[in-house]
């Protein structure tokens, strides 16, 4: 099936520092949705766009609705220990629009 | 207000054999949605249903099957299940299943097939 291009795969870094991360997709998405999963549990919603060039805060994350409208990327800024776990980018298509497609996920881990 | 919840956690099933998943969306969600989540293939749509009916479906066999009931409440079915079913089964709800994209998760069925 469809899935979205999200970079980096994982990320390893040390507690304090800012992270990155991005998903890119040929298609146009109606919706920019951003989710936190950890081990054993459902994906937690983070941070949800719905305009492009949008630019959202939810605490110390910070996503953007890419002007395309094809791209988005979730910034955490002084990452925490609870901030590690799976982060999925999710597209909203136009047709079909509970039909989300999902990034294959960033690792995040933390050295303390 | 309670979350999506989804019976059971955890499942093991033997090749050939059925199953059925539960899931009860936040209260006052009426669109239900899908999700299969492997290793290899990660969060799969399978359907979604609204208003007790199904609206989108995704690329799966026939063998995956879904309903909803009047109070929202939704299961699915896997029939004659295969080792690649092993899978954990997300359901998520939404508050009118239109526009606006957010879904949120329950916490899953691990289903284990040997």
């Known amino acids: 099936g469809q899935q979205l291009n999200q970079s980096p795969q994982s990320m390893f870094i040390q507690e304090g520092e800012d992270v990155s991360m991005n998903c890119t997709s040929s298609?146009?998405?109606?919706?920019w949705l951003w989710y936190k999963q950890d081990p054993g549990e459902g994906p937690v919603l983070l941070i949800a766009?719905?305009?492009?060039?949008e630019l959202t805060s939810n605490g110390r994350l910070t996503a953007q609705f890419g002007i395309t409208r094809k791209d988005s990327f979730l910034n955490i800024s002084a990452s925490i220990p609870s901030d590690v776990g799976i982060y999925f980018c999710?597209?909203?298509?136009?047709?079909?629009?509970?039909?989300?497609?999902f990034g294959q996920g960033t690792r995040l881990t933390i050295n303390p | 207000k309670a979350g999506v919840t989804q019976t059971p956690r955890y499942l093991i099933k033997t090749r050939g054999q059925q199953v059925t998943l539960s899931c009860s969306p936040i209260?006052?969600?009426?669109?239900v949605s899908w999700y299969q989540q492997t290793p290899g293939q990660g969060l799969q749509f399978l359907f979604e249903?609204?208003?007790?009916?199904?609206?989108n479906k995704g690329n799966f066999p026939g063998r995956f099957s879904g309903r909803q009931f009047s109070n929202s409440r939704s299961e699915m079915n896997v029939s004659t299940l295969e080792l690649g079913d092993s899978a954990l089964y997300l359901c998520?709800?939404?508050?009118?299943?239109?526009?606006?994209?957010?879904?949120?998760f329950g916490p899953g069925t691990r289903l284990t097939v040997l």
């Open positions: 998520a709800s939404s508050l009118l299943g239109g526009e606006r994209g957010e879904q949120f």
């Open positions: 298609s146009i998405f109606n919706t």
């Open positions: 766009l719905y305009k492009a060039g």
């Open positions: 999710a597209g909203q298509p136009i047709q079909g629009a509970q039909k989300l497609v």
């Open positions: 209260s006052g969600h009426r669109s």
């Open positions: 249903y609204f208003s007790e009916t199904q609206r």
